[in-house]
């Protein structure tokens, strides 16, 4: 979507205040152990930018327990949430559906927990076992990405990093101003 600049406009001309987006990871080498090419067009911060140049907000999803992530990603994660300004950044941990290539090649590798067969991405918790960080510290890490996510000052920096972008917004009454947030030094 953002390569595409007639696409762009006629989104804002149809009124699109706000797209969902699923980014999944800002880290490459898991954006090609899934199979999303797509994502690797162009920089992704630069493509999220893009769209806020069309007035056109990104809500987006993003997933960690790829075969390539690691604790580290966490902090990936964080840190391109933040500097992409996207407040509604929906972070689930990796979940293997029955009847998807993912689940059976889990299957037969023994990486799943038999006893989390309905853990879905919207919980604490998984229901495989990651290839490079232990579980535990895999789901105490999401922890603590959300808490960081839900701070104060974070959501500020987060809004502030997106104004920077987003030029003439389709739905004035829906963005927040510069008024009113503290600052980074606050």
């Known amino acids: 979507m953002a390569q595409d600049g007639e696409l762009l406009r006629l989104f804002r001309a149809a009124n699109f205040a706000w797209v969902f987006v699923g980014i999944e990871s800002p880290d490459a080498d898991s954006l090609k ?5 797509q994502n690797l067009r162009g920089g992704i911060l630069d493509s999220v930018r893009r769209i806020y140049g069309h007035g056109i907000d990104v809500l987006a999803g993003f997933i960690v327990g790829f075969d390539n992530d690691t604790l580290a990603t966490f902090e990936r994660q964080y840190r391109f949430i933040l500097d992409s300004g996207i407040q509604a950044a929906m972070v689930g941990l990796l979940t293997a ?12 590798e023994g990486r799943l927990i038999a006893q989390a067969q ?6 604490l918790g998984s229901n495989i076992v990651p290839k490079r960080m232990p579980y535990d510290a895999m789901v105490k890490s999401y922890q603590t990405l959300y808490q960081r996510l839900l701070e104060d000052r974070q959501i500020a920096e987060r809004i502030r990093n997106k104004l920077r972008h987003l030029r003439d917004p389709v739905r004035q ?9 503290p600052s980074s030094a606050d």
């Open 173 to 181: 009454s829906h963005t927040a101003s510069r008024r009113g947030l």
């Open 97 to 108: 559906l029955p009847r998807t290539p993912l689940y059976r090649r889990l299957q037969r």
């Open 118 to 123: 309905n853990t879905n991405n919207t919980r």
């Open 33 to 37: 152990e899934t199979g999303k090419s």
